[in-house]
């Protein structure tokens, strides 16, 4: 994307914070554990690392009617890595949705639309560029303390520079990456003070693993370019592949500004070729309300 681009989403994001609405919404911490970060198959290149990611999000709300609302929001983020710092992260996403709700009262249906756009930089530079997204939800609030969700997704990243290519006839774009997803949701309110959330998504499209030289994943790739944020002579692939990821969090209410969770993600990727991984991710996180 060019530099007025940039400028734009920039500009555009501090309109949403400063709109009428509160200039910041609410700001977090949380601590990640992945036991398989690069996305690896076997047993040699399986690593795994903590991070401690940090958040604020500014909006602006616009009532558009009875049962339309537009949103505009900022979040800026950051992430660092205790062992692979080339994974640090900073990124600034601009999100607009769309709300409608078909009727009135507590258990009326809603219709969700968004589109965000975030620049995301990393201290591995190979991996800095653009992320894309658009996404459609379905809910409804089925007794006092059960709501189910349906959504539907898309996205995309984009990669300001493009490495040497490893070998001359496969392209060395790899962290170039589209995929689309189906997912199901609940949130249970066991208590006025917890709240319980179950979530299953089937994910189709390109995932990026990195290994040692692996001659069924070479072949089974789109791309391929060295990766040296997992240690020299190690190489990122892009594969097509079908992946299901199953969610599973508890959040207790702190106070009425406040609350933590606990939450971990079970992840299956299987591509072409017979290739498979999974991972495993435990989050601690806290969230402020303001």
């Not at 989403?9 to 609405?21: E, I």
């Not at 910041?24 to 970060?37: P, S, T």
């Amino acid at each position: 994307m060019t530099r007025a681009a940039r400028y734009l989403l920039l500009l555009a994001g501090l309109h949403a914070a400063s709109a009428p609405a509160a200039l910041l919404d609410q700001a977090g911490l949380e601590l990640r554990l992945d036991d398989n970060l690069a996305r690896a198959e076997l047993e040699r290149d399986i690593t795994g690392d903590v991070a401690l990611a940090a958040s604020a999000v500014g909006s602006a709300g616009y009532q558009l009617g009875d049962s339309d609302r537009l949103k505009l929001s900022v979040d800026l983020s950051a992430t660092a890595y205790r062992r692979y710092v080339g994974l640090d992260m900073a990124s600034l996403r601009l999100t607009a949705s769309h709300r409608h709700k078909f009727g009135l009262g507590a258990y009326a249906p809603a219709l969700s639309l968004s589109a965000s756009v975030a620049r995301q930089e990393f201290r591995d530079s190979a991996r800095t560029g653009w992320h894309y997204e658009l996404d459609a939800a379905l809910s409804r609030r089925i007794s006092p303390r059960l709501e189910l969700q349906l959504g539907y997704g898309f996205q995309m990243r984009r990669a300001d520079d493009e490495d040497p290519r490893v070998v001359p006839f496969i392209a060395a774009n790899v962290f170039d990456t589209s995929s689309r997803h189906l997912r199901i949701r609940a949130n249970a309110l066991i208590t006025p003070r917890y709240l319980v959330s179950a979530g299953y998504a089937i994910h189709k499209g390109d995932i990026i693993s990195t290994t040692l030289r692996n001659l069924p994943i070479f072949l089974a790739s789109d791309a391929i370019a060295a990766d040296p944020t997992f240690g020299p002579e190690r190489f990122a692939y892009t594969l097509t592949a079908m992946t299901h990821d199953v969610q599973l969090s508890i959040s207790r209410l702190i106070d009425d500004t406040a609350s933590m969770s606990l939450g971990y993600q079970f992840i299956d990727s299987r591509a072409e070729g017979g290739i498979r991984y999974r991972a495993n991710l435990v989050r601690a996180s806290y969230l402020r309300q303001f």
